[in-house]
């Protein structure tokens, strides 16, 4: 969180230079889909166990702040929170439940379509920083924690503003998120479990932006 706030304040003074350029500042939240998840592990149960994590629907958070270079390119730093419960079940016949959970950084660059209605298309892409992400495992002999940082993905979105007043518009989007394989290690023990297809999410969020 503090690298995001740092990175923020950088990235605002840097862009003085662009003080005729309108700036914005965004809320979202919406739905998040975690597809089935193969897994291998270490030291947690026997050498050649593995499993399957079951994902389910969950939800997305964020805000993220930007600037527009132009009438058609635009470019912003995000936070998002990203949680799924999951059901995982290991060739051993060991069953648990539980949640996948992330915080990620974003750098996210937008081209807008020209149109002539409220409504006003745009693709993008974006660069991917994971602050942490976890898998929390729990059975009847109670929870237990993994977790990993610093892995770099990407995000591909697609949607549409809709001007609602003067500076204000509400957005729509699909958003596909990928990190490849992280690795999580059991806090406070020597145990990792392999994310063997790595970490993907869909998700659909509504937003609402005041630009400045």
Do not use: C
Request: zero cysteines; proline letters at 1%.
């Amino acid at each position: 969180m503090k690298l995001f706030f740092l990175v923020i304040v950088m990235f605002g003074v840097s862009m003085n230079a662009f003080a005729n350029e309108r700036y914005y500042a965004r809320i979202y939240g919406g739905a998040s889909i975690l597809g089935n998840q193969d897994i291998s592990q270490t030291g947690f149960k026997a050498t050649g166990v593995t499993g399957e994590m079951m994902g389910s629907l969950g939800y997305r958070a964020g805000f993220s702040f930007g600037f527009n270079w132009n009438k058609n390119f635009s470019s912003e730093l995000t936070f998002d929170y990203i949680t799924n419960s999951t059901k995982t079940t290991f060739t051993d016949g060991s069953n648990y439940k539980g949640d996948y959970s992330s915080r990620l950084h974003f750098l996210n660059t937008y081209y807008h379509f020209n149109s002539s209605s409220k409504f006003r298309p745009y693709v993008g892409v974006g660069l991917g920083f994971i602050e942490e992400i976890d898998i929390d495992l729990e059975d009847s002999s109670g929870e237990q924690s993994f977790s990993d940082d610093g892995e770099f993905g990407y995000q591909i979105i697609a949607g549409t503003d809709y001007k609602i007043k003067n500076n204000w518009d509400i957005n729509i989007e699909l958003a596909n998120i990928g990190f490849s394989g992280p690795n999580f290690k059991k806090e406070g023990g020597t145990s990792v479990i392999h994310d063997n297809e790595g970490y993907e999410v869909w998700n659909v969020n509504l937003g609402l932006k005041y630009s400045f």
